[in-house]
């Protein structure tokens, strides 16, 4: 079976925690890992409760994409592409989870 890069399971399982308090990393939804994240913090928990987002990451996102977050999308620092839509990110994090 030939799966997509974003359907492809990683090897590491990842842990769901709500912790709205903690500051969150970003990390590239097409990884096939999603362990390293841009700034280059590394973890095994997603925590989508997260109400900010780490400033280095946020740095290095603009540094390789400058227009990231402008216009009515998101687009991927990485490639440029539209970031996918939240029902893709959360068919992904129930994949990572499992």
Request: with cysteine.
């Amino acid at each position: 079976m030939n799966e997509t890069r974003q359907e492809q399971r990683t090897e590491a399982r990842y842990r769901l925690v709500a912790r709205p308090e903690e500051i969150t990393h970003l990390v590239c939804c097409r990884d096939v890992s999603w362990r390293r994240t841009f700034c280059g913090e590394e973890g095994l928990e997603i925590n989508p409760a997260a109400r900010e987002v780490c400033a280095m990451c946020m740095e290095e996102a603009a540094a390789m994409r400058p227009d990231w977050l402008s216009g009515s999308e998101l687009r991927c620092p990485v490639d440029g592409n539209p970031c996918p839509d939240e029902a893709e990110i959360d068919r992904r994090i129930a994949r990572e989870i499992e």
